[in-house]
């Protein structure tokens, strides 16, 4: 089967420019996760969706960064205006569903999207 | 809240040489743990999970780690390390309860000399 897909592998901006990631989650995976990696650091999430809602966004810069998840499928997280300090790779992840803490279903990532600010 | 800590930033063996890498959690509720590997330029690999079964954990590639309770600790270890283990590996804990947000480490990189 075919695992996460994430489009562009690598980006290049100078600080206040706009840019945007797209991933493909396995196909009928319902949740979906975006995390930001910073270069020694460990991923942190950003955003969960479940379906096309969203679960958790505690983590997000919502002043510059948006995400969407609109037909529950693929997603575009964004960032407006870009800072020098969202220089990471950014993994996008899916699982079959939602876990809860009654099981454990295992998240899958993608290659990640290196992202480069100047 | 729940956390990770990773014990040394870099741990180098020599090939044949026993593998450990350090991992101390901290949990109100009894944690689900994970390691994840991570070649370079590559996403994360899951190597094996606790979720509370039995404490000594295999996982793929020879690895395994055993969850000790009493020490707050869930080290992975291989028996003797290859060329092909060199990478980042990654220690993480699920979040709470209601949620599957995964909190990590700050990562290992294992060197691996001939």
Same mark, same amino acid.
């Given at each position: 089967?075919?695992?996460? +897909?994430?489009?562009?592998?690598?980006? !290049?901006?100078?600080?206040?420019?706009?840019?945007?990631?797209?991933?493909?989650?396995?196909? *009928?995976? +319902?949740?979906?996760?975006?995390?930001?990696?910073?270069? *020694?650091? *460990?991923?942190?999430?950003? !955003?969960?969706?479940? /379906? /096309? *809602?969203?679960?958790?966004?505690?983590?997000?810069?919502?002043?510059?960064?948006?995400?969407?998840?609109?037909?529950?499928?693929?997603?575009?997280?964004?960032?407006?205006?870009?800072?020098?300090?969202?220089? +990471?790779?950014?993994?996008? +992840?899916?699982?079959?569903?939602?876990s809860g803490f009654t099981s454990y279903n295992e998240q899958f990532f993608g290659p990640g999207t290196r992202l480069t600010v100047l | 809240a729940q956390s990770v800590t990773q014990l040394g930033s870099h741990v180098s063996v020599s090939e044949g040489a026993l593998v450990l890498l350090r991992c101390n959690y901290s949990s109100s509720v009894p944690p689900y743990l994970f390691?994840?590997?991570?070649?370079? %330029?590559?996403?994360?690999? $899951?190597?094996?999970?606790?979720?509370?079964?039995?404490? $000594?954990?295999?996982?793929? %590639?020879?690895?395994?780690?055993?969850?000790?309770?009493?020490?707050?600790?869930?080290? $992975?270890?291989?028996?003797?390390?290859?060329?092909?283990?060199?990478?980042?590996?990654?220690?993480?804990?699920?979040?709470?309860? %209601?949620?599957?947000?995964?909190?990590?480490?700050?990562?290992?990189?294992?060197?691996?000399?001939?």
């Amino acid at each position: 089967e075919a695992g996460v +897909a994430q489009s562009p592998r690598y980006k !290049i901006i100078e600080k206040r420019q706009s840019v945007a990631f797209w991933c493909n989650p396995i196909s *009928g995976h +319902a949740t979906l996760y975006w995390y930001q990696q910073i270069l *020694g650091q *460990g991923p942190k999430l950003l !955003i969960q969706f479940q /379906n /096309n *809602g969203v679960v958790d966004d505690s983590q997000l810069p919502k002043d510059r960064f948006s995400a969407e998840r609109l037909k529950g499928v693929d997603s575009t997280l964004k960032i407006q205006p870009a800072k020098l300090e969202d220089s +990471a790779v950014y993994l996008c +992840a899916s699982s079959l569903d939602w876990s809860g803490f009654t099981s454990y279903n295992e998240q899958f990532f993608g290659p990640g999207t290196r992202l480069t600010v100047l | 809240a729940q956390s990770v800590t990773q014990l040394g930033s870099h741990v180098s063996v020599s090939e044949g040489a026993l593998v450990l890498l350090r991992c101390n959690y901290s949990s109100s509720v009894p944690p689900y743990l994970f390691w994840y590997v991570q070649y370079p %330029n590559q996403g994360l690999q $899951l190597l094996l999970k606790y979720t509370s079964a039995a404490t $000594l954990v295999k996982g793929i %590639n020879g690895f395994e780690a055993e969850f000790k309770k009493s020490e707050t600790s869930f080290h $992975l270890t291989k028996p003797s390390a290859h060329m092909s283990d060199a990478a980042e590996y990654f220690c993480a804990v699920m979040g709470s309860y %209601n949620t599957d947000k995964l909190i990590f480490g700050t990562g290992t990189r294992l060197q691996v000399f001939p």
